[in-house]
């Protein structure tokens, strides 16, 4: 059974028009990751929840916010897309950030396109 | 972070055993080496991983050397599933939450 949930698996959008992806986890843990992944590009860390935390990476671009409303559930909004943004979007968990807890689950991905 | 280094690709046959290196030169004591792999159209999937001594699990094994400057990932029989991209990660022992990929081993096994 799949523990990471990513919704949709494709995604089309288009130039400009916001977009929300969506991850549920049943782990019940409490980090929550997204990354971007270019084609064939290795996956780039976006940011991730520590519970409610949240920690954003330095060359993480504006256009790109989440949200987590619950320990389930999170969601990654790009509120502008551009042609550039086109990536498979991989969510993952883990029960803690240090090392010893730090192994990463992650869903299958969603495949944003921007027409 | 420490870097590690990998060849781009490398092919096995089916049934046959694969070992996947990775160089990483300038790991620093408290460096864990990790393993992930990436199956087509799907999300990383975490392997194994260690510190100093060699590890074995249900997926693989994990072979590390005395200097801790290299490892190399064991299959011990490749099956067409286990065709993937194989990222070899170095971890801080600390708090370091992040996993920083890099371009990985493509995997083809062939039938």
């Known amino acids: 059974d799949a523990m990471v949930i990513q919704n949709p698996r494709y995604q089309v959008t288009q130039f400009g028009k916001p977009v929300t992806l969506s991850c549920s986890q049943t782990?019940?843990?409490?980090?929550m990751y997204w990354y971007q992944q270019k084609s064939s590009q290795a996956p780039k860390l976006l940011f991730h929840?520590?519970?409610?935390?949240?920690?954003n990476e330095a060359d993480t671009p504006d256009n790109f916010q989440s949200r987590r409303p619950n320990t389930s559930f999170c969601f990654l909004d790009i509120r502008s897309p551009g042609l550039g943004d086109a990536a498979m979007y991989l969510c993952?968990?883990?029960?803690?950030?240090?090392?010893?807890?730090?192994?990463?689950?992650f869903g299958a991905g969603t495949r944003l396109s921007v027409l | 972070d420490a870097k590690t280094t990998q060849p781009n690709s490398m092919e096995s046959n089916e049934e046959e055993p694969v070992h996947l290196p990775c160089n990483h030169s300038?790991?620093?004591?408290?460096?864990?080496i990790h393993w992930y792999r990436q199956l087509p159209s799907q999300g990383p999937e975490y392997v194994i991983h260690?510190?100093?001594s060699n590890v074995n699990n249900r997926m693989a094994s994990l072979a590390i050397a005395e200097d801790r400057k290299s490892s190399t990932l064991i299959l011990h029989r490749a099956t067409l599933r286990d065709a993937a991209v194989y990222y070899c990660?170095?971890?801080?022992?600390?708090?370091?939450?992040?996993?920083?990929f890099g371009k990985g081993t493509l995997l083809t096994v062939n039938p």
């Open positions: 993952a968990t883990s029960s803690g950030r240090t090392l010893a807890k730090n192994i990463q689950y």
């Open positions: 782990l019940n843990h409490n980090v």
């Open positions: 929840y520590y519970d409610k935390d949240f920690n």
């Open positions: 300038t790991i620093s004591g408290t460096d864990y």
């Open positions: 260690g510190l100093t």
């Open positions: 990660i170095l971890r801080d022992g600390g708090s370091n939450y992040k996993l920083t």
